[in-house]
T-cell receptor, first 117, second 114 residues
Framework: EAEVAQSPRYKITEKSQAVAFWCDPI?????LYWYRQILGQGPELLVQ????????DSQLPKDRFSAERLKGVDSTLKIQPAELGDSAMYLC???????????????FGPGTRLTVL | GNSVTQMEGPVTLSEEAFLTINCTYT??????LFWYVQYPGEGLQLLLK?????DKGSNKGFEATYRKETTSFHLEKGSVQVSDSAVYFC?????????????FGTGTRLLVSP
């Protein structure tokens, strides 16, 4: 069964360092999402891609976070510099249909747990 | 705005007990509704969904009915198992700037004991 792949699964870093997370969506999925899930809370959308284009990054802290999906397939989320408050689970999801389609199901990867010391 | 409110956990039950996890929502427009489950250390898995009023989503013995009049989507299961222990998230999918956006509740932890 096709799955969304993420790496690394765990990352420990010191504040002010740079970190990067990678996501490979299910093959053929045009839409890719990055979420941040703080412990004890639900996931919050950071950025949404349609193919290689960003369609929603309204919740992305752009002074330190960046995301790209250069060829419209896999994606990288970067934080530079990391802060203590960035400690969270970072989840990637993908969907086959365009984000314009009603009821479009999102499939989630296992996540990357980031700890900033 | 768009938001989801879930009952606070943990919900602690004995095996074979009846489960209800309440979920209510506010939304601009006509959302689709979802329940996701998250097992320890894992990502989210779709449990069930409903896309219009009065639809009932069901999967693995869980079910939820889209109630537009009460803006609710409560999750139920007739007989829980220890393996159902997890965190359950209610979510709504709404249009945002031409694309759909998934908004989650805070999650409800379920603990089932033998």
């Amino acid at each position: 069964e096709a799955e969304v792949a993420q790496s690394p699964r765990y990352k420990i870093t010191e504040k002010s360092q740079a970190v990067a997370f990678w996501c490979d969506p299910i093959s053929g999925h045009a839409t890719l999402y990055w979420y941040r899930q703080i412990l004890g809370q639900g996931p919050e959308l950071l950025v949404q891609f349609q193919d290689e284009s960003v369609v929603d990054d309204s919740q992305l802290p752009k002074d330190r976070f960046s995301a790209e999906r250069l060829k419209g397939v896999d994606s990288t989320l970067k934080i530079q510099p990391a802060e203590l408050g960035d400690s969270a689970m970072y989840l990637c999801a993908s969907s086959f249909l365009s984000g314009r389609v009603r009821g479009n199901e999102q499939f989630f990867g296992p996540g990357t747990r980031l700890t900033v010391l | 705005g768009n938001s989801v409110t879930q009952m606070e956990g943990p919900v602690t039950l004995s095996e074979e007990a009846f489960l209800t996890i309440n979920c209510t929502y506010t939304a601009t427009g006509y959302p689709s509704l979802f329940w996701y489950v998250q097992y320890p250390g894992e990502g989210l898995q779709l449990l069930l969904k409903a896309t219009k009023a009065d639809d009932k989503g069901s999967n693995k013995g869980f079910e939820a009915t889209y109630r537009k009049e009460t803006t609710s989507f409560h999750l139920e299961k007739g007989s829980v198992q220890v393996s159902d222990s997890a965190v359950y998230f209610c979510a709504l999918l709404v249009m945002n700037t031409g694309f759909q956006k998934l908004v989650f509740g805070t999650g409800t932890r379920l603990l089932v004991s033998p």
